[in-house]
């Protein structure tokens, strides 16, 4: 299994980006993050119908878990982006489950990564 994650860059405070990973498969999917100099922590996750999300108490509200099927794409809606987010994000892929799991060791698949700058 193949992720391709994508959409990353600079962005000020405030502002808005979307990542997407590319996934071909019936997967519940995460996005994790790592800052530099600290650990690899959780974003949010869905599960594969979309039915179910789970988000980190640091986005939620801000950020917003999607999926859409047909084109084999999970997607990252952030908004009012912060100088905390700043970090690698990476997309992971279940494929033992359909629970939108926070824990990174449920994860089978690993996206190389993308950065998201966020600029105070």
């Known amino acids: 299994v193949q992720l391709q994650a994508s959409g990353g860059g600079l962005v000020q405070a405030g502002g808005s980006l979307r990542l997407s990973c590319a996934a071909s498969g019936r997967y519940a999917m995460g996005w994790f993050r790592q800052a530099p100099g600290k650990e690899r922590e959780f974003v949010a996750a869905?599960?594969?119908?979309?039915?179910?999300?789970n988000y980190a108490g640091s986005v939620k509200g801000r950020f917003s878990i999607s999926r859409d099927n047909a084109e084999n794409t999970v997607y990252l809606q952030m908004n009012s982006l912060k100088p905390e987010d700043t970090a690698v994000y990476y997309c992971?892929?279940?494929?033992?489950?359909?629970?939108?799991?926070?824990?990174?060791?449920?994860?089978?698949?690993w996206g190389q990564g993308t950065l998201v700058t966020v600029s105070s």
């Open positions: 869905i599960s594969w119908s979309g039915g179910s999300t």
């Open positions: 992971a892929a279940d494929e033992h489950s359909d629970y939108a799991t926070a824990r990174s060791g449920d994860y089978d698949y």
